[in-house]
C-alpha cells in the first residue's frame, strides 16, 4: 500500500522505484473500479480523456492506463502526441466525459512521472475521489487489454486533445488586441508540453514569438521543468539582452507560467495573479471573488478590499480552488507557484491563458511590465515574497510537527506575532502584515519555508530565521 499515495497534485513517484509499469496498472485499476461503483448519469457514461507529458515512457504509461481501462468497459480517449495537462481539462468540459487522466509529474525533477486524475467537472479532484481510489489500490485483480487489440476495437481512440484547449484559449482571450500588437515575446517552453505552441496560437497575429528548450527533451536540460528563478535565468538574461517585450515560461505540463518583464526581471507568481486581476477588473470590467492559497500575498488582501471583491484562502493545491471555483462565484482563483484559472474557462490552471492575458494587459495599459509593476507597488506599496526548499528527512516529520506545536512563535525577528494560522503547515503573522510559513510539501520530501515583507532584505532575514527555527527541532 505505501508504494502509491496520492499527495497535494497526485501521485509522484521516481520513474522505476515506485512508479512501475505494474504499479501504473494498479492505480489504472482503482480508477477504473471508483468510476465503475458511480451510478450518476455522469459516471455511468464511462467515458474517459487520457494526456500525458514529454517525460520518460509517459507515453507508454499512458498506453497501459488505456489498456486496463478499456478493458474494465471504460471507453478511452487517448492523445495522440504530449498534451498540456489543460489539455485534458478542456476536452472533458467540451465533450462532457466521465472524467479524466493526466500522465506527468508537472514540474518535479526528470527521474520523477505521476498520475493526476481530473473529475468530470473538468478540474483536479478533490480528496473525496482521491480517497475513494485510494482505498481501490491492491483491492482487485488488474485487467488487461492488449494496447494493439484496443485500438483495433476501437475501445481506445488515438485524437488530438490540444486542438480544443487551443481553440478554447484564442476564443477567451481578445485576439483582436492581439492581432495589431507589436510585443516582442520570448517563450521557455522546458522542454515541456508547451511546445511551440503560442506560435499556433498567435499565427495570425504580429506577435511572432521566438521558443528556447521547446523540443522534447525527458532529461530537461538537466533542470526540473519548474518555472522559478533558478531554473530560468537563461530566459531572464536573453529577454534583457534581445530587448523583449516580455518573457514567458510554462512549466512541464504547461498549467503554470512564469512571466519575465523587458528587463529580465522575473514576477512573482503572487504578482503574476494581481496583476491579472486587476487586468480582469480594469479592463474587461469582469466582476467575482477571488481565491489563494495560505502562502497568499496581502497585495491580493489589498486589491480585493478596494474593488469589495470576496476573498477566499485554501490550503494549498489546485484542487482547493478548482472545488471553491465550482462552488462560488470566483473571477480567479491561484496559486504564488503561477498556477491561475479564471472565471468562464475551466475551474483548473493553464499556462497558455495566464500568459496570454498578460499580453492583453501590457497592450492594454500601454506601458512595459516593468512600469506597470511599478505602478502597482506605488499604489499599493512593496510586498516581497521569498520561498526556499529544503529536502527533509521524512523520518524526522514528527519531531519538527511536534516541535512546532509545542512551541508557537510569539515573535518573528523583532515582529510580534498578532495571528498563527495552521490548517496547512502553519503560518505566524505579524502585526505589520509579514508573514512566515513552514510546511512540509505534500508531493515532494521537503520542508517549504515561506515569507512575505516589504523589501527583500527582509524576506529572506525570515526565511533564515524559520530555517535556524525549524532546525532546533531536528537536532
Known amino acids: 500500500m505505501g508504494k502509491i499515495k496520492f499527495g497535494t497534485d497526485g501521485w509522484r513517484a ?15 485499476q482503482a480508477i477504473a473500479d471508483f468510476i465503475k461503483s458511480k451510478k450518476t448519469p455522469i459516471y ?35 492523445s495522440d502526441k504530449p498534451s498540456p495537462t489543460p489539455s485534458v481539462c478542456v476536452y472533458i468540459k467540451d465533450k462532457k466525459l466521465t472524467g479524466g487522466v493526466m500522465i506527468t509529474a508537472s514540474h518535479n525533477p526528470a ?119 533558478s531554473h530560468l535565468q537563461e530566459l531572464m538574461t536573453r529577454v534583457r539582452k534581445g530587448k523583449y517585450d516580455v518573457g514567458i515560461a510554462t512549466d512541464g505540463d504547461s ?57 477566499y484562502e485554501t490550503p494549498v493545491g489546485f484542487k482547493y480552488i478548482c472545488d471553491m471555483m465550482i462552488k462560488k462565484d470566483i473571477l480567479l482563483g491561484g496559486e504564488e507557484t503561477g498556477g491561475i484559472g479564471f472565471k468562464n474557462y475551466i475551474p483548473e490552471r493553464d499556462g497558455f491563458l495566464s500568459a496570454l492575458l498578460m499580453m492583453e494587459l501590457i497592450i492594454a495599459e500601454k506601458k ?38 509545542k512551541n508557537l512563535l510569539t515573535k518573528v525577528l523583532d515582529k510580534k506575532v498578532r495571528e498563527i494560522k495552521d490548517y496547512d503547515g502553519t503560518k505566524f503573522i505579524c502585526e505589520d502584515g509579514s508573514w512566515l510559513l513552514l510546511r512540509l510539501s505534500g508531493t515532494e520530501p521537503k520542508l517549504r519555508i515561506y515569507s512575505e515583507t516589504s523589501s527583500k532584505k527582509e524576506s529572506l532575514k525570515y526565511v533564515d530565521f524559520g530555517k535556524k527555527y525549524a532546525f532546533s527541532f531536528l537536532k
Open 44 to 78: 455511468k457514461k464511462k467515458k474517459i480523456v487520457i494526456g500525458y507529458d514529454t517525460r520518460f515512457l509517459s507515453d507508454k504509461y499512458a498506453e497501459l492506463m488505456s489498456s486496463v481501462l478499456a478493458a474494465n468497459g471504460i471507453k478511452v480517449v487517448l
Open 255 to 311: 498549467d503554470r507560467v512564469a512571466i519575465v518583464d523587458e528587463k529580465g526581471d522575473i514576477l512573482s507568481g503572487h504578482k503574476v495573479m494581481a496583476l491579472l486581476i486587476l487586468h480582469l477588473l480594469k479592463n474587461r470590467k469582469m466582476t467575482g471573488g477571488v481565491v489563494q492559497t495560505i502562502c497568499g500575498t496581502g497585495l491580493i488582501n489589498k486589491i480585493c478590499e478596494e474593488y469589495g471583491l470576496d476573498l
Open 111 to 229: 527521474q520523477y512521472n505521476g498520475i493526476k486524475y481530473k473529475g468530470f467537472f473538468a478540474g483536479s479532484a478533490g480528496s473525496d475521489i482521491i480517497d475513494d481510489i485510494e482505498k481501490r489500490l491492491y483491492k482487485s485483480r488488474v485487467m488487461f487489454l492488449p494496447f494493439t487489440e484496443g485500438v483495433k476495437t476501437k475501445k481506445i481512440v488515438l485524437e488530438d486533445i490540444v486542438k480544443g484547449q487551443l481553440d478554447d484559449v484564442k476564443e477567451y482571450t481578445d485576439m483582436k488586441k492581439l492581432k495589431k500588437a507589436k510585443l516582442k515575446v520570448l517563450v521557455d517552453s522546458m522542454n515541456g508540453t508547451g511546445a511551440e505552441y503560442f506560435g499556433e496560437i498567435l499565427k495570425d497575429t504580429r506577435i511572432k514569438p521566438d521558443f528556447m528548450y521547446s523540443e522534447v527533451n525527458p532529461t530537461f536540460h538537466g533542470r526540473a521543468p519548474e518555472p522559478n528563478e
Open 368 to 405: 512595459p511590465l516593468s512600469r506597470i509593476i511599478k505602478d502597482v507597488n506605488e499604489k499599493y506599496g512593496s510586498y516581497v515574497y521569498e520561498r526556499e526548499d529544503i529536502l527533509f528527512d521524512e523520518k524526522k516529520r514528527k519531531s519538527l510537527i511536534e516541535g512546532i506545536k
Open 14 to 28: 521516481i520513474i522505476s522505484e515506485d512508479f512501475t509499469f505494474e504499479n501504473v496498472k494498479v492505480a489504472a
